[in-house]
């Protein structure tokens, strides 16, 4: 991060300096004590839990010298002898936003904002690698996508910095907006709508128009207009659906569309490859990621470097060094048994997608699927967990475990077709079984919702 004058932070999060001392400048923020230093401000997050304001002694103590507060009550009395800088505002997390927007404006940066159902930050991390083959490009920190993980991780960036890949989450409405709003994209990614976050937001209907709120703050960028990039899926996103003063590209696999993939050849852990025809000009595209639905959020990360003058070799090569952010079909192995680890969170499309990657994955022993609950399906959660079962029922694979409240439809779905269907409603129950239903040359898929911690059976797996 550039160092920001103390006076400009001020004025940036319209707050009021209410203790100054000798720093005038700050040259990082964080808003966990156990990571403060010297030059950091320390932003004290208000939350339901935990409030934030009690750890600033802790943050004191590391070398912070500038504290960001929306109150000061309850401060305990040994940090009136230390020397800092107190920043008050209403909110914090909105005021670290502000300062954000500030600090990004100051950067001559290309800003590329991803968002959607699923696929966010793999197609997020694929643009972050064609895009840094030709420039110093940053990106989100691991998946901090919301109001507090955004500002963070621009804070991050630096004027060596020519390109930011920046992924946008919600579960409601107007978060999109205020992330944009932050932003400011000259492109704008949307991977697809689907029914995550459902519940809240009451429709795939509604769940389009959140998602679109990013288009409201899409920015041109040296003469040349802001752009839209989406996949058309007949429904809502089409040219009609999504038209704004920007530009658009699609991508998809009919000749309306841009960007044409055809010819997807799964290679199960291995990757994929398929033909994306541009132009009027066919290539063979080959990415070390598991899943077809890559194919899509390929051609995204693709559509961004052609956009951005990036060349073939460039992004080819970029391509072929893809490494997913976190537990997204990652693949580990132990004592004979191969785990495809894939408990990063879950969606009914997710689950389907990561159900056809063990399908087409090789082994000498058994293909098991271990999926949990999906969360924030509201009112469809019983037919989405059926659906899912239903597509396992024809799939090559021998085994299902569902495990979960909600798992237990997927294990009705699941019933009378080709794989074993196996239920338990506690992950406690499937470890006592666990040696009975894995063994040598299995390759195991491990997904469900965060809050089911299916890390934990991925865990125990490979303790076998």
């Given at each position: 991060m550039d160092k920001i004058s103390i006076d400009a932070v001020v004025k940036a999060v319209n707050g009021s300096l209410i203790k100054k001392c000798g720093e005038n400048f700050i040259t990082g923020v964080k808003h966990?004590?156990?990571?403060?230093?010297a030059g950091d401000m320390f932003v004290a997050v208000s939350g339901e839990k935990q409030d934030g304001h009690k750890y600033i002694p802790q943050a004191l103590r590391s070398g912070c010298r500038?504290?960001?507060v929306s109150h000061q009550n309850g401060w305990p009395d040994d940090v009136d002898a230390i020397d800092f800088n107190v920043i008050e505002v209403d909110d914090t997390v909105y005021a670290m936003g502000e300062l954000a927007k500030y600090y990004l404006d100051t950067l001559d940066l290309i800003k590329i904002a991803v968002t959607g159902s699923v696929g966010k930050t793999s197609t997020r991390d694929m643009i972050y690698y064609v895009l840094k083959e030709k420039f110093s490009c940053g990106r989100n920190m691991k998946n901090f996508n919301n109001d507090i993980g955004l500002p963070?991780?621009?804070f991050q960036f630096d004027s060596s910095m020519q390109a930011a890949v920046l992924e946008m989450g919600m579960d409601k409405f107007g978060e999109i907006d205020r992330l944009a709003e932050i932003v400011k994209p000259h492109i704008a990614v949307i991977t697809n709508i689907g029914v995550s976050h459902i519940e809240n937001l009451g429709s795939r209907e509604g769940i389009f128009k959140a998602k679109m709120e990013v288009t409201k703050h899409i920015t041109s960028y040296k003469g040349n207009p802001g752009t839209l990039i989406f996949p058309w899926d007949g429904e809502?996103?089409?040219?009609?659906?999504?038209?704004?003063?920007?530009?658009?590209?699609?991508?998809?696999?009919?000749?309306?569309?841009d960007y044409i993939i055809s010819h997807i050849d799964d290679f199960g852990l291995k990757g994929i490859q398929f033909t994306l025809e541009h132009m009027e000009k066919n290539r063979k595209i080959r990415i070390p990621v598991p899943g077809r639905h890559n194919a899509v959020n390929g051609t995204l990360a693709l559509a961004v470097g052609d956009l951005l003058e990036v060349s073939e070799d460039q992004e080819n090569i970029g391509l072929s060094k893809v490494e997913l952010t976190g537990s997204r079909l990652k693949c580990l192995e132990n004592h004979g048994v191969t785990v495809i680890d894939d408990t990063y969170n879950a969606s009914p499309d997710s689950m389907k997608s990561a159900m056809k990657v063990l399908e087409k994955s090789p082994c000498s022993g058994s293909k098991t699927a271990i999926l949990g609950d999906m969360y924030e399906l509201g009112e469809q959660s019983q037919r989405q967990h059926l659906s899912v079962g239903l597509f396992a029922r024809g799939l090559r694979i021998n085994k299902v475990i569902a495990v979960g409240c909600m798992a237990k439809y997927i294990a009705e779905g699941a019933s009378g077709g080709k794989p074993e269907v196996i239920y338990f409603e506690k992950k406690e129950d499937l470890y006592d079984k666990m040696n009975q239903l894995i063994g040598p040359g299995d390759?195991?898929?491990?997904?469900?919702?965060?809050?089911?911690?299916?890390?934990?059976?991925v865990e125990k797996v490979l303790k076998i």
């Open positions: 966990d004590s156990r990571e403060c230093g500038t504290v960001l963070l991780s621009i809502f996103l089409t040219r009609e659906n999504t038209e704004g003063q920007y530009s658009q590209i699609v991508v998809g696999s009919d000749g309306k569309s390759i195991i898929l491990v997904k469900g919702s965060r809050a089911m911690k299916m890390e934990q059976i």
